[in-house]
């Protein structure tokens, strides 16, 4: 069994925190909250996909 990685599953976390408060502002019909809550998304999915194209040079 393989060791669990904190840093990646704490970002797993945050992404779908994320895409949970798209469809909060949407029913709240907040532009800002759903502009904010996709530039969210992206941003923290495409930090966890450069972190591990990072650890896969790394070794």
């Not at 909060?24 to 904010?36: E, F």
């Not at 941003?43 to 070794?59: D, E, H, P, Q």
Request: charged share 15%; no cysteine; glycine share 8%.
């Amino acid at each position: 069994m393989k060791n669990i990685n904190f840093l990646f599953l704490g970002l797993a976390i945050a992404t779908v925190i994320a895409l949970m408060l798209i469809g909060v502002a949407i029913a709240d019909r907040s532009l800002l909250g759903i502009i904010l809550s996709i530039t969210a998304t992206v941003l923290i999915t495409g930090l966890g996909f450069s972190l591990k194209k990072k650890m896969r040079k790394a070794l």
